[in-house]
C-alpha cells in the first residue's frame, strides 16, 4: 500500500508538469499525457500501474459524465438536439456497423460479434480532448455544443453496444430483435432511473438541512448513486448520471445556496482535472503491457489492423458528417431546423474532432480476461491494442492539426453576429438598469439617509457612463482604460489589504478565523473582478 501511493503521488505531479508544459506551448494536454505515458510504461517504478477492469467504468465515468453533464448549457443542448441525437446514436450505430464488418474481413478468426465489439469500444469520439483543443482557437459555439453534447449520449449508444456485443462472444449467439428490444429497453430504463435517484437527491438537497460541505459531498454520491443503481437492474448507467445530471444541473438555483454552488465548481473542476489526468496518461502507461501480450509475432499485423480501423473511423465520420449535413439541408424543407444549410466548414470541422479517449479506454480494459468456462476471452490483446492505437493516432493525428484545421477554415460563428464582449456590455447595462430602478423605486428614503447604499448608486452611475462611453469610437478607449486603472487600484488595495491580514494573524490576540474569513471576502472579490472586469486580450 505504502509503495502504491508513492507510485500514485509520483505520477500526480508527473501529471501536473505535463499539464503546465501543455499550458505553455499550447497544446491540448490529453496529447502530450498519451505521449509521456507511452516514455514512462517503460520505467520501471511506474511500469506496474493498472486499474481492474472490473472497476474502470465505476472509478472514473460516473464522476465525469456528471461533470460534464452539469457543464452542459441545457438551452444549446435542446436547441441542436436533433443533431446531437443523429451524432450520438445514429453515427455511432453505423460506426460500430463499419468497424464489425470490415474487422470481421480483414482481421482472420474475427467474428462479427467480435467485430461489434471493438466498434463499441472506439465508436464513441471523447469530448474532453476536443474541447479542450477548442479552448485555445476561435470556433463557433454551436461546434462546442455538439460536440459536449455528442460525448454525453453517444457514450450509453457505444457502451449498450459493447455489452451486447461481449454477450454474443461469451454465448456464441445473437438475436437481433431481442437485442433491438432490450437496447430500447436498456435506454429508456436508465434515463427513468436516473431521473428517480436525481429528485430523492433534489428533496434532499432543498428539504434537509445539509451544509455546504455536506452539499459538496452529495454531489459525488449522487453520480455514483444513479450508475449503480441502473447498471444493478443491467440498464444504463450511463443515461441514468447524464440524464440525473441534466435534471439537477437545470435546478442548481432552486437547491443549492450561493456558496454551495461556487465551492462546489472549483471542487468538481480539480476533481474531473485529476481523473482525465489519470485516464490519458493510463493509456499510453498501458501500451507497452498490451504490447508485450501480443507476442514477438503478432507485432506486425496487429498494427496493420490498426491502422486500418483507424483509418476506417476517420472516414466514417467525416462521411457521416457529410451526411447529416446533405439530410438537414433535406429534411429542412418538411421540418424546421436549427440551421437549414449548414454548408461544409461545420461538418469537416466535427468530422476532424473524433478523436477517441477515455470512454474507448474504459470499454477496453473492463473485457474479460476469460470466458465462463474459464478459456481466455477470444482477440483480447488484439483488441486492447487496436483500441490503444486508435486513440493514440486520433488523440495526436487529428489534435494536432485540428487548430491548424480551425483557422484554414476560418469558420464565423453564424449564431452570434454581435461579440462576446458587446454582448457582455449589453448585460451589464441591463444589470444596472434594472437595479438603479430597484433603488429608485423601493429604496429612496434610503438613498438620501444612508450613505453605503448612496455609494451603491455611484458605482453604478459611473458603471453607466463607462457604459455609454463603450459603444462610442472615441470613447471606447477612455472607458476600457478607466476600467484598467480601477482594476490596478482595487488589486493592489486588496493586496495590501492580504499583507495586512497577514501581519495580524501572527498576533496572538486575532482569532485565526476571523483572517481566513477575510481572505476568502477577498478571493470571491477578485474572482468577480476577473469575472466582470475582463479584455479579450487577456
Request: net charge positive; aromatic share 6%.
Given at each position: 500500500m505504502h509503495h502504491l501511493i508513492i507510485q500514485y503521488t509520483c505520477l500526480l505531479a508527473i501529471i501536473i508538469a505535463i499539464v503546465m508544459l501543455a499550458q505553455k506551448i499550447k497544446i491540448a494536454y490529453p496529447i502530450l499525457l498519451v505521449i509521456a505515458g507511452l516514455g514512462l510504461g517503460f520505467v520501471p517504478g511506474l511500469r506496474g500501474i493498472e486499474i481492474e477492469p472490473d472497476m474502470i467504468f465505476v472509478i472514473f465515468l460516473p464522476p465525469l459524465l456528471y461533470e460534464a453533464a452539469w457543464s452542459t448549457s441545457w438551452k444549446d443542448f435542446w436547441k441542436w438536439r436533433r443533431v446531437i441525437s443523429s451524432f450520438a446514436f445514429i453515427i455511432v450505430i453505423l460506426t460500430a456497423g463499419v468497424v464489425a464488418l470490415v474487422s470481421s474481413n480483414v482481421i482472420p478468426g474475427f467474428t462479427l460479434a467480435a467485430g461489434f465489439l471493438l466498434g463499441g469500444i472506439v465508436s464513441p469520439p471523447d469530448a474532453v480532448s476536443a474541447t479542450t483543443i477548442l479552448k485555445n482557437?476561435?470556433?463557433?459555439?454551436?461546434?462546442?455544443?455538439?460536440?459536449?453534447?455528442?460525448?454525453?449520449?453517444?457514450?450509453?449508444?457505444?457502451?449498450?453496444?459493447?455489452?451486447?456485443?461481449?454477450a454474443a462472444v461469451v454465448t456464441g449467439s445473437f438475436a437481433i430483435g431481442h437485442a433491438t428490444l432490450s437496447f430500447a429497453l436498456v435506454i429508456v430504463m436508465g434515463i427513468l432511473i436516473g431521473l428517480a435517484i436525481a429528485l430523492v437527491f433534489y428533496a434532499i438537497h432543498r428539504w434537509l438541512p445539509t451544509t455546504t460541505n455536506i452539499d459538496i459531498i452529495l454531489t459525488f454520491i449522487t453520480p455514483y448513486a444513479m450508475y449503480m443503481a441502473a447498471e444493478a437492474f443491467n440498464f444504463s448507467g450511463v443515461l441514468a448520471v447524464v440524464s440525473?445530471?441534466?435534471?439537477?444541473?437545470?435546478?442548481?438555483?432552486?437547491?443549492?445556496?450561493?456558496?454551495?454552488?461556487?465551492?462546489?465548481?472549483n471542487v468538481w473542476e480539480a476533481v474531473a482535472f485529476v481523473l482525465n489526468g489519470f485516464v490519458f496518461i493510463l493509456i499510453g502507461l498501458e501500451f507497452p503491457v498490451i504490447i508485450k501480450d501480443l507476442g514477438p509475432n503478432g507485432l506486425a499485423p496487429a498494427i496493420r489492423y490498426s491502422a486500418i480501423i483507424s483509418a476506417v473511423l476517420i472516414v466514417t465520420r467525416l462521411a457521416s458528417t457529410f451526411g447529416a449535413s446533405v439530410f438537414t439541408v433535406f429534411i429542412s424543407r418538411y421540418i424546421t431546423t436549427a440551421d437549414n444549410r449548414p454548408g461544409w466548414k461545420g461538418p469537416l470541422l466535427l468530422g476532424w474532432a473524433g478523436m477517441r479517449g477515455v470512454v474507448s479506454l474504459a470499454a477496453a480494459l473492463s473485457i474479460p480476461v476469460a470466458l465462463h468456462s474459464g478459456a481466455p476471452f477470444p482477440n483480447r490483446s488484439l483488441i486492447l491494442f487496436i483500441t490503444f492505437s486508435v486513440i493514440l493516432v486520433t488523440l495526436i493525428l487529428q489534435g494536432l492539426t485540428l487548430p491548424l484545421l480551425i483557422k484554414w477554415v476560418?469558420?464565423?460563428?453564424?449564431?452570434?453576429?454581435?461579440?462576446?464582449?458587446?454582448?457582455?456590455?449589453?448585460?451589464?447595462?441591463?444589470?444596472?438598469?434594472?437595479?438603479?430602478?430597484?433603488?429608485q423605486k423601493k429604496y429612496a428614503k434610503h438613498l438620501k439617509e444612508n450613505d453605503m447604499v448612496?455609494?451603491?448608486?455611484?458605482?453604478?452611475?459611473?458603471?453607466?457612463?463607462?457604459?455609454?462611453?463603450?459603444?462610442?469610437?472615441?470613447?471606447?478607449?477612455?472607458?476600457?482604460a478607466f476600467y484598467r486603472d480601477y482594476i490596478m487600484i482595487l488589486e493592489d488595495m486588496m493586496q495590501e489589504q492580504r499583507d495586512l491580514l497577514k501581519t495580524l494573524n501572527k498576533k496572538e490576540n486575532i482569532n485565526d478565523d476571523i483572517i481566513k474569513q477575510q481572505l476568502a471576502l477577498l478571493d470571491l472579490e477578485q474572482e468577480k473582478l476577473r469575472q466582470h472586469f475582463s479584455f479579450d486580450d487577456e
Open positions: 482557437v476561435k470556433v463557433p459555439k454551436r461546434l462546442v455544443t455538439i460536440l459536449e453534447g455528442e460525448s454525453l449520449m453517444n457514450d450509453a449508444a457505444s457502451l449498450v453496444i459493447f455489452r451486447f456485443a461481449a440525473g445530471g441534466l435534471f439537477l444541473s437545470i435546478r442548481r438555483d432552486s437547491f443549492l445556496t450561493h456558496r454551495s454552488r461556487l465551492q462546489g465548481i476560418d469558420m464565423p460563428d453564424p449564431d452570434y453576429t454581435v461579440s462576446f464582449e458587446q454582448q457582455r456590455q449589453l448585460v451589464r447595462k441591463k444589470l444596472a438598469v434594472v437595479t438603479l430602478n430597484l433603488l448612496k455609494a451603491i448608486k455611484i458605482k453604478i452611475d459611473a458603471d453607466m457612463e463607462l457604459l455609454a462611453d463603450w459603444d462610442k469610437a472615441d470613447g471606447k478607449g477612455r472607458a476600457e
